[in-house]
């Protein structure tokens, strides 16, 4: 059996993003077209997993 040695990790960076910057980039990706299609593309999505109403034949007499 072959023993594996852990890889020595560097050490943690903190990182910190601007908050305007981060909204802006969001603003933009809800605006561009692509982001247009994945909505529409996961409410197709949902219309395939909708359930659906149970019909009930009516009742032999």
Do not use: H, W
């Not at 994945?38 to 949902?46: A, P, R, T, V, Y």
């Amino acid at each position: 059996m072959t023993s594996v040695k852990p890889r020595p990790r560097g050490p943690v960076a903190e990182v910190r993003y601007s908050l305007a910057d981060l909204m802006a980039e969001l603003d933009a990706e809800r605006n561009s077209s692509s982001m247009a299609m994945e909505k529409l593309d996961q409410q197709e999505i949902g219309k395939l997993f909708k359930n659906k109403t149970t019909r009930r034949a009516k009742p032999k007499k």
